[in-house]
């Protein structure tokens, strides 16, 4: 079996220890009952994080070491000595109530003999700098993965994907240990995934979460020898990306709301995944691909091309960042725990009076990491003195012409979520002009050959691609998710403009508790299209057929002149059917107007 004994180990012993735990929890009693703020419906036995330490440890007691001594003196052993005291404290709590500081400070002690062991961060070139790097690391991701166990099988797959990349990278001999225990933290948590998928009948609980937390924040430590902050990020921080995203989405708007960050709650990135339409196993298994992603922008960083990596990096940021305004638009308007007088507003409404600001900063990333990438291409992202000496030369001039062009231009106008074709074209003329003006920035400052032309014309298609995505990217998801939100199933008359108008109406305005299923269209050339990603089911002829295999329960008739038989043919179908038609309007009136004096 070799170097994967301690994950097989580990798996074989999960699949006895967790059963077995779980009996112990019901025996006992220690359950987590089901609460308003939290997401299980029926008593769930706890403990499983106990379950989890026993088969990470057996499965480390069979790891093969180079030789004995090495075995004996391996900081892995303090590491997992630092996990043990968070384990047994987290069973305390899952069995008392322990308070928040308590954890607190036994997560500082774990950390410092953590940091003692040699699981640092090295990327200020200050000791003390990097102590308290590591101190604050190892903390927060810990904590971080608590708060990610939200969820039936999320927090465990989560952290089983980090692990199976620190486990499956290369290591030398120094780091045999540490890839024994990410091996064994693998078979334990897969082992733990049988019983913990949905519907969980086992929660890892406090003795689980923090000590996976703990045990992933350190090993990714060890397996980097970041020299910067920047490739501090784009190793170890971009392999924990999801814990890092859903912390600081449920931080942000629960300040927001005047809620304490530490307490329970129905407000992480994967409850808004389920509030916006997907079912709770598709919610999780979006934050794991995420978290897929997230750890292969790692690998490609650490073990294939720095330079590729880094030139991504802004890419994986921004598309994070950018999920997770988008989440925080969903307010909560039940929160039990908010302080009395709190505001009540979703991220996004606060942000609004600083919505230009951000724009501009988004821009920012977006053109230093799109000029990095222009001369990455063009150059095979070799970067020899000449090449790198020529981006750091011209990308002031790059950032203020690309600025400049931008602001003539109107780019920062319009509103993203109402972006259309006119807009995009703009952003094209945009982005072609910023490339034009630095090329002629550049010509007056720097001279002639200070850059190639080729590098200005792949930036400007990259900006073009990077702007324009990032102001589409909340329609999208706008018409994403609006096909899988929960609501009345509907069907559309009208395949042309009017229903058109409408679908869109009805997929961005959740209010309406809509979900469109397919379109009614006379026009027999027009049946089996896809409008809106929605196909044209038939005319309403067939409605009795159509209403047995789809199972609607409404019908919209959108702003459309119909034949007087069609009508009828509608009309008649409600009135035996009991399907209520409604009539979608769209008028101009001066109805309310106030009167003239």
């Not at 400070?105 to 950390?111: C, E």
């Not at 971080?144 to 797959?157: Q, T």
């Not at 995944?273 to 960083?301: D, K, N, Y």
Request: charged share 15%; hydrophobic share 55%; net charge positive.
């Amino acid at each position: 079996m070799g170097q994967l004994t301690p994950l097989i180990v580990a798996f074989a012993a999960g699949l006895v220890l967790v059963p077995a735990m779980r009996a112990v929890a019901r025996a006992r009693g220690v359950v987590a009952a089901p609460r308003p703020d939290r997401w299980h419906r029926a008593p769930t036995a706890l403990l499983g994080g106990i379950a989890i330490w026993a088969a990470v440890l057996a499965g480390l007691a069979t790891a093969q070491w180079p030789d004995a001594g090495a075995a004996a003196h391996d900081p892995v052993w303090r590491l997992l000595l630092g996990g043990t005291i968070l384990c047994a404290l987290g069973a305390l709590d899952d069995v008392l109530d322990v308070k928040p500081a308590t954890k607190v400070v036994a997560q500082l002690v774990a950390a410092a003999i953590a940091v003692r062991a040699g699981y640092q961060v090295h990327c200020f070139g200050r000791p003390i700098l990097d102590l308290g790097a590591s101190f604050l690391w190892i903390v927060v991701i810990t904590n971080a993965v608590n708060l990610l166990d939200n969820m039936d099988g999320l927090a465990a797959g989560v952290v089983l994907i980090g692990a199976a990349y620190l486990g499956g990278t290369p290591a030398g001999a120094a780091q045999a240990g540490g890839t024994a225990l990410a091996l064994a933290l693998v078979g334990s948590l897969a082992a733990f995934l049988v019983f913990n998928r949905n519907p969980a009948s086992i929660f890892m609980g406090d003795s689980g979460s923090m000590f996976i937390g703990f045990t992933l924040a350190a090993l990714a430590l060890a397996r980097t020898h970041a020299s910067t902050v920047l490739s501090f990020v784009a190793v170890p921080a971009a392999t924990l990306l999801v814990p890092i995203l859903d912390t600081a989405l449920v931080a942000a708007t629960r300040l927001l709301r005047g809620r304490s960050i530490a307490e329970g709650g129905r407000d992480h990135a994967s409850h808004r995944l389920v509030m916006l339409g997907l079912s709770e196993r598709e919610a999780v298994a979006v934050l794991w691909l995420l978290a897929v992603i997230a750890g292969a922008s790692a690998i490609v960083t650490r073990y294939l091309s720095y330079r590729l990596g880094i030139g991504l990096l802004p890419v994986l940021i921004l598309g994070f960042g950018l999920l997770g305004v988008y989440l925080s638009r969903l307010s909560f308007v039940a929160d039990a725990g908010a302080t009395p007088g709190a505001p009540r507003v979703p991220l996004a409404l606060e942000l609004t009076y600083r919505r230009r600001v951000l724009e501009v900063l988004l821009d920012f990333v977006l053109i230093v990491g799109c000029w990095y990438l222009a001369h990455g291409l063009h150059g095979d992202f070799r970067f020899p003195a000449p090449a790198r000496a020529r981006f750091e030369g011209t990308l002031p001039l790059v950032v203020a012409s690309t600025m400049l062009a931008f602001f003539a231009h109107g780019v920062y106008r319009g509103v993203w979520t109402w972006v259309g074709v006119h807009d995009l074209l703009k952003y094209v003329r945009a982005c072609a002009s910023s490339a034009v003006v630095a090329g002629l920035a550049i010509l007056l400052v720097a001279g002639r050959g200070a850059c190639p032309g080729s590098v200005l014309a792949i930036f400007g298609l990259l900006m073009a691609v990077g702007v324009g995505g990032t102001r589409l990217s909340f329609r999208l998801l706008d018409e994403a998710f609006g096909r899988r939100r929960p609501g009345r199933p509907v069907v559309v008359v009208g395949a042309g403009s009017g229903g058109d108008l409408a679908v869109r109406e009805l997929l961005r305005n959740r209010d309406l508790g809509r979900r469109v299923i397919g379109f009614i269209d006379d026009d027999p050339l027009s049946h089996g299209r896809l409008i809106h990603g929605h196909p044209v089911l038939g005319g309403t002829d067939a409605l009795d057929r159509l209403l047995a295999a789809r199972r609607f329960e409404e019908i919209v008739v959108s702003p459309r002149s119909m034949s007087p038989e069609g009508l009828a043919r509608l009309r008649a179908f409600s009135a035996r059917s009991a399907v209520p038609l409604r009539f979608f309007r769209v008028e101009l009136s001066d109805r309310g107007a106030p009167e003239a004096a």
